[in-house]
């Protein structure tokens, strides 16, 4: 996916700067505003967090505001849907449990900062990165004191990523277009995990953006 995007950013620098000058009230228009950006794509874990997780769908949804004409900021969720994975070990209140991974969610709810670039009257190149808190939600309840079911356990622990996403506009204020997307998730952080469980995925795919 970086080599295509290489290709066609590279082709359109050279071929498009009269059309750059045409076009900036069209672009200022489209990106001037509120935006909200809808994803769809695969999660691929790294390293050891591939022992547990398998290959798996994401969707994500995104609300965002311009800081300046290039700078963005969003609000937002991006969540992994488990289908084939393994079983692991968490460990709470002194206690240990065995989870199945196929019937939790994981994910992250956190705040991104983009820096988007007109590369022709039509293409925007943006590089964003993203703070927030990463989760496993498990199948495993909590005990509750009253007859009910209790919450979910899950682990949460802090979550770093940075992406890189190649945009083309299809109306005014809309826009579909490419991503890839590194994350950083120590789970073993507050030491419900093993220190070996990973921490690292990718996540690539399509966006909408209006």
């Given at each position: ?120 009257t039509k293409l925007i190149l ?25 919450n979910n356990y899950s682990i ?55």
């Amino acid at each position: 996916m970086i080599f295509i995007m290489s290709i066609i950013v590279h082709s359109t620098y050279g071929q498009n700067n009269k059309e750059l000058s045409d076009s900036i009230s069209e672009y200022e228009y489209w990106n001037y505003g509120m935006s909200i950006t809808i994803q769809g794509g695969i999660w691929k874990p790294l390293g050891n967090l591939d022992r547990t997780f398998d290959l798996n769908p994401n969707i994500g949804l995104k609300w965002g505001l311009p800081i300046t004409k290039q700078l963005r900021i969003e609000l937002g969720t991006s969540i992994n849907i488990p289908i084939n994975s393994e079983s692991f070990e968490y460990t709470t209140d002194d206690t240990t449990f065995i989870a199945n991974s196929k019937n939790t969610v994981n994910g992250f709810l956190g705040l991104w900062v983009s820096n988007e670039n007109r590369i022709s009257t039509k293409l925007i190149l943006n590089k964003y990165f993203g703070l927030g808190i990463g989760f496993i939600q498990t199948n495993n309840k909590e005990p509750t004191l009253k007859n009910g079911n209790g919450n979910n356990y899950s682990i949460e622990t802090v979550n770093l990523n940075f992406g890189i996403g190649l945009r083309k506009i299809v109306f005014i204020k809309r826009s579909i277009g490419l991503y890839l997307e590194y994350n950083f998730s120590p789970y073993s952080l507050f030491g419900k995990v093993n220190n070996n469980f990973g921490y690292s995925s990718i996540i690539t795919g399509v966006s909408y953006r209006f």
